[in-house]
């Protein structure tokens, strides 16, 4: 069965601090993955994507990891600021019968 | 949110009232999509639309119509018979060709039955 995961379910760290959010997913064929970023009440809006030849990507203070090999990626952000208060949802792509496969968030809390 | 949006941001309903939720995107985009959220569950896929004049349902379809008359519009309605229809409703489009297929959202409708 297809699924995405993602841990922790909640957390919350203080302003100017990393942390790194995870996600393990069994979804075949994999195609891509890609982290989006949604603010409460609001649309979720994209990170990154990766393709599976991709280990690594960078946009700003978020990083993303990706080892096909184990199927896990991790999401790191850098330097926290209090508008990264959002929940952060994995979603990975299956190639075959074209489908995105949502995880169900990390929810973050930046506190001062 | 790009270019798309979604009226309105709150809507009220009675029960057994249809309703329609408006999604526009100046994106120039082919495909559209519908997907609901509830607290504690990931996004589930209603309806999307690959090119105007053709739709397919998604995971949970039932309960729900749509209709894509312009490249522009894919409204939403829920009808009388989707039994739990409380929830945050997400309009998206696509870019790209072939596995990429990133999304882009609107701002989304929070829906309630009163």
């Given amino acids: 069965k297809n699924q995405v995961e993602q841990s922790p379910q909640s957390l919350i760290i203080l302003e100017g601090k990393n942390c790194t959010l995870q996600c393990n997913y069994t979804v075949s064929p994999f195609s891509n993955l890609r ?22 990507k960078s946009n700003g203070r ?10 896990q990626s991790s999401l790191h952000i850098t330097a926290s600021q209090l508008s990264d208060s959002a929940s952060y949802i994995c979603v990975v792509y299956a190639g075959n019968n074209r489908k995105l496969i949502w995880g169900l968030g990390t929810s973050l809390a930046v506190n001062p | ?25 100046n994106l120039n985009h082919d495909a559209m999509y519908w997907y609901r959220q509830d607290p504690g569950q990931g996004l589930r896929l209603i309806y999307y639309s690959q090119i105007v004049n053709d739709f397919q349902k998604g995971d949970i379809a039932e309960g729900y119509s749509v209709s894509r008359e312009k490249k522009e519009s894919f409204p939403l309605t829920v009808t009388s018979a989707q039994k739990n229809p409380t929830a945050f409703y997400l309009c998206a489009s696509r870019t790209g060709q072939g596995n990429y297929n990133e999304q882009f959202f609107g701002p989304g409708t929070r829906l309630t039955v009163l």
Avoid: H
């Fill in chain 1, 35 to 56: 982290w989006y970023k949604q603010d409460t009440g609001r649309g979720p809006v994209s990170l990154t994507i990766m393709t599976f030849s991709e280990n690594t």
């Fill in chain 1, 62 to 71: 978020y990083t993303a990891t990706l080892d096909a090999d184990t199927k």
């Fill in chain 2, 1 to 25: 949110d790009g270019g798309i949006t979604q009226s309105p941001k709150y809507l009220f309903r009675k029960e057994g009232q249809n309703v329609t939720l408006s999604c526009e995107q």
